[in-house]
């Protein structure tokens, strides 16, 4: 099901609910190409509503724009953005270590179960720019 929500403003457990999804059925939740676009409280609410509505077998599948450890979030942020045209309307806000990126989501109920660098898939893509993850409610 397909439901259209702001999640600057709405909550995904009540969209979710008022187009009948069911918290008793799994739920594969994807975020492709989107918590980049996201701030941090509004990633945790994104994915702790999801969380919050997700049955038993429910997976999150999402990619995450990652950088070393040692670099500076915000030279990151700033430089990524700077090469975007589209930059000014939509501006990335989520580029952070991996293990950052771990703590986000463990801090919206999400435990990662696997995680491969899209580099890795043969894409072309830079290493240690993008993961592909997935992840199971925490207990």
Do not use: K
């Amino acid at each position: 099901m397909l439901v259209g929500a702001d999640f600057r403003r709405d909550h995904l457990a009540g969209a979710l609910a008022s187009a009948g999804h069911s918290q008793v059925l799994a739920t594969l939740f994807l975020c492709e190409g989107l918590l980049v676009y996201l701030d941090e409280p509004t990633t945790i609410d994104l994915l702790g509503g999801a969380r919050a509505v997700a049955g038993t077998g429910s997976v999150l599948a999402a990619s995450l724009s990652i950088h070393a450890d040692e670099l500076d979030t915000s030279a990151v942020l700033a430089r990524a953005n700077a090469s975007r045209r589209t930059a000014d309307d939509e501006p990335w806000l989520a580029i952070l270590p991996a293990s950052a990126q771990a703590r986000l989501l463990a801090s919206a109920g999400w435990l990662i179960t696997s995680s491969v660098d899209v580099a890795d898939l043969g894409t072309g893509a830079e290493p240690g720019r993008s993961l592909l993850v997935t992840g199971q409610p925490a207990s």
